[in-house]
């Protein structure tokens, strides 16, 4: 078993220096975001935890080149981010699937726009349509499709043409809890398997703890990164380490950050203790 840090971790991929937002809409000006700061090193997944409307998705959307930034850089690969990148693959809360295609056309689009040959692409296709359990459901629409399945056609989509780096705004908040614990296990083996650099938005903590190498927690608006607590589970990961007190104490020490966040609750000093402790207890080296 492996730790998902990468073996350098001072090589940062993603470098997120003084960013700022601020929406000007000439009436009210909103300061989404006063300061972000971080690190993300090539193979790593990170989540970023915050209450809710504190600017995760702003951030995410800022890091895709999606949304522009009001102040500071962001860098990936040592290139400023001023626009959407072919490097850069992106899920959203809605699995946004042309409904008028069926799924193995969906998870092709991408190479549509990006004007690449279809049939360099459709070995992958299949490949990731068979990791995501989805064989035998090509031809199928996406009306014909559970949610679940709709965010899976989604994430093969994201990766078709192999990005850089994956960047997931709470792409499975809308699922049931059954469903979506489906979809974590899911993305644990698909990013095992690729070991893309990640950003993960999520409002789940549990969640956050399961999936990543790396939490960020956000204040509320205007935000700032308040604690980035490294996760210390080796991979490959199961949902059984869930049920560990060592997972449940770091889930309890994120809560305590989160509520601080909202200007509510004290950090519970045994718990701050216990988790300080497992950020140095790291798994063994890629």
Request: charged residues 25%; hydrophobic residues 40%; aromatic residues 6%.
């Amino acid at each position: 078993m492996t730790s998902g840090v990468p073996s350098d971790p001072d090589a940062a991929f993603v470098r997120v220096n003084d960013v700022a937002k601020i929406y000007d809409t000439g009436k009210t000006t909103i300061e989404a975001i006063a300061k972000a700061d971080f690190e993300v090193a090539k193979g790593q997944f990170v989540a970023v935890l915050g209450p809710s409307g504190c600017g995760k998705s702003t951030l995410l959307m800022m890091c895709a080149g999606l949304e522009s930034i009001t102040t500071g850089t962001i860098m990936i690969a040592g290139q400023p981010m001023r626009g959407p990148r072919t490097s850069v693959g992106v899920m959203f809360q809605d699995s946004m699937l042309l409904p008028w295609k069926n799924v193995l056309e969906n998870v092709l689009f991408p190479i549509r726009i990006l004007r690449r040959p279809r049939s360099e692409y459709i070995d992958r296709a299949h490949a990731l349509i068979e990791l995501v359990g989805l064989t035998g459901f090509e031809d199928k629409r996406p009306h014909e499709l559970s949610g679940g399945m709709r965010q899976r056609v989604a994430i093969c989509r994201a990766l078709i043409y192999d990005p850089d780096i994956l960047l997931m705004d709470e792409p499975f908040s809308a699922l049931d809890a059954i469903t979506r614990d489906e979809m974590n296990d899911a993305l644990l083996d698909i990013w095992q398997r690729y070991t893309k650099t990640a950003l993960f938005v999520t409002h789940s903590i549990r969640e956050a703890v399961l999936l990543a190498d790396r939490v960020l927690v956000m204040t509320n608006r205007p935000s700032t990164i308040i604690e980035d607590v490294t996760i210390p589970f080796v991979r490959p990961r199961t949902n059984e380490i869930s049920e560990t007190p060592e997972f449940m104490q770091i889930c309890s020490y994120l809560r305590s950050l989160i509520e601080q966040g909202h200007g509510r609750g004290r950090q519970n000093p045994g718990t701050r203790a216990t988790v300080r402790k497992s950020r140095v207890v790291q798994g063994t080296g890629r």
